[in-house]
């Protein structure tokens, strides 16, 4: 046979060829390796050679080339053709190294990977904004019953044991006529303010007021009350307590915990009651303190009928409500069957109840923003006769209201609430009416909440039931003499009145 490198004739059988001396592959042990690689290609070399006739083959000798090129270490007789094979390679690459085409593909994969993740972020994000956000009319509503349902409820269950404070009011009346305006002037003249103290747990309670007109003394007043027995004084009037039973006063306390069980489930129950088709909802523009604004009005309009299908809920839930029963039996102190035999009573007149008022009440809401923060209310009430409309609209601290009667507004002003703990707070109250008045007044006031408040020790007191004519003709002179009440009775005198007063 002839060799496959040189081409020079050899024996049968020969494993190495005298000529060129590369190592020679049988036909046994062709046989027993698969070629994978063209002639001329590196093979891996960790496969140990096939043996013939018992003869070990070293793996690790380098035979002499006659063409002069270099053989790898680590040959294995085992491939044809008689080629050079590299130990522990890949085609065409060193040992443990990495192709660039696989570590480009992979950095491609890993951003396809990032950016769908954020994706799927981003649509979460979205899908979270729309479902808290972006809420149906029916929704926005019940969020202002919520509001107000926790007002309300805070005020009940807080536990302020004494609380003490001080107000002060003054008004003033511009009469657009100039004959009213004489009538009313002598409201101006008229200021009041006093001080209060309040122990709801052992029914303590003391209070002063202090009347002036034109800055003279009116009329003081101080009233002391401990459980059942109330005292009036009248500084510079009468010099003895006057004592007074109040005992048709409820002192009983109340369970504030059951009682704000039943507040909530009442408004569980008005909620249930609510149905999506009794809302409207529209785009519109409002005017807030002469500035335009865009909002969204979510109406909940209300007929007869609809207020009869309201009403039979609420009572169904309630009447089937235990928690409601209970709570409520004990604030009443009521047994929860004769709660429940009453609710049960006043659904069977809901169910007798025929409709005829064609009257429509429109309770509204004014929102902006996704968040549809509440900036506006309006009450529309009609029937076949008349239309009444109150509307308050809201910036920052500030209500603005006004009154409507059958088209003609018959009233508006502002309500501005100034809120500062440590010098005192504010309310002051504008009122424009119709071709009447302008009236202004200004309340004043301050509170502290857990604060000592002590009972007064009464021992100058008459009972009222007691007073002799002699101390009721003092009781009134003393009254009429009071400075401010004499400028008072003079101004009423100079009064010309045109309407025969």
């Known amino acids: 046979m002839k060799c496959p490198k040189c081409g020079g004739q050899i024996e049968e059988h020969s494993k190495v060829c005298p000529i060129c001396g590369v190592q020679l592959v049988t036909s046994q042990e062709n046989s027993s390796v698969t070629p994978t690689q063209p002639s001329g290609v590196a093979q891996p ?54 192709k660039p085409a696989q570590k480009t593909t992979k ?183 002469g500035k335009e604004k865009k909002v969204k009005k979510i109406t909940l309009e209300l007929t007869e009928s609809r207020v009869n299908e309201m009403t039979k809920v609420i009572l169904t839930e309630l009447k089937e409500n235990d928690r409601f029963l209970t709570a409520l039996s004990k604030v009443g102190n009521q047994s929860k069957e004769d709660i429940k035999s009453g609710l049960e009573e006043s659904l069977a007149d809901v169910d007798n109840t025929n409709s005829t008022n064609s009257g429509v009440y429109k309770f509204s809401l004014y929102t902006t923003g996704m968040n549809q923060n509440i900036v506006g209310y309006e009450i529309d009430g009609s029937d076949d006769e008349s239309r009444q409309i109150m509307k308050i609209q809201v910036e920052n601290d500030t209500y603005y209201y006004q009154f409507i009667n059958d088209e003609d507004e018959v009233l508006n002003g502002s309500i501005e609430v100034k809120d500062d703990k440590k010098n005192g707070s504010n309310i002051i109250i504008n009122a424009s009416i119709t071709n009447i008045a302008d009236v202004k007044l ?45 400028k008072l009775m003079n101004d009423i005198q100079k009064l010309s009145s045109p309407y025969g007063y």
Not at 61 to 82: D, E, Y
Not at 220 to 237: A, C, I, Q, S, T
Request: aromatic share 8%; with cysteine.
């Open 107 to 289: 950095n491609k994969n890993n951003k396809v990977l990032w950016i769908i993740l954020g994706v799927v972020l981003v649509a979460i994000i979205l899908f979270a904004v729309f479902q808290f956000l972006i809420k149906s009319p029916k929704e926005v509503f019940e969020t202002a019953v919520d509001q107000v349902y926790h007002a309300v409820n805070d005020s009940v269950v807080k536990n302020v044991k004494t609380e003490k404070g001080t107000y002060s009011l003054k008004v003033n009346v511009d009469a657009k006529d100039a004959q009213a305006k004489q009538m009313l002037d002598f409201i101006n003249k008229i200021s009041l303010n006093g001080s209060y103290e309040v122990d709801n747990e052992n029914m303590i309670m003391n209070m002063a007021l202090r009347s002036k007109y034109d800055q003279a003394t009116l009329l003081d007043m101080d009233f002391y009350m401990n459980e059942k027995k109330g005292y009036l004084y009248l500084p510079g009037v009468y010099n003895r307590y006057i004592e007074t039973d109040v005992e048709s006063t409820n002192t009983e306390k109340i369970d504030k915990e059951q009682l704000s069980i039943v507040l909530e489930e009442s408004v569980k129950a008005f909620k249930k009651s609510l149905k999506d088709k009794y809302f409207i909802s529209a785009d519109t523009k409002i005017s807030i303190n």
């Open 442 to 486: 200004e309340m004043g006031y301050t509170k502290e909440e857990n604060v000592t408040v002590k009972a007064k020790e009464i021992t100058n007191s008459i009972n009222s039931e007691m007073l002799t004519e002699n101390d009721n003709q003092l009781i009134m002179q003393g009254l009429l003499q009071n400075e401010g009440f004499i």
């Open 45 to 98: 070399s960790n496969v140990a050679p096939t043996q013939s006739s018992g003869v070990a083959q070293p793996s690790c000798i380098a035979p002499t080339q006659s063409s002069g090129v270099a053989q790898p270490s680590s040959v294995m007789p085992n491939q044809p053709n008689g080629v050079a094979q590299s130990s522990n390679a890949t085609p065409t690459q060193p040992s443990g190294a990495v």
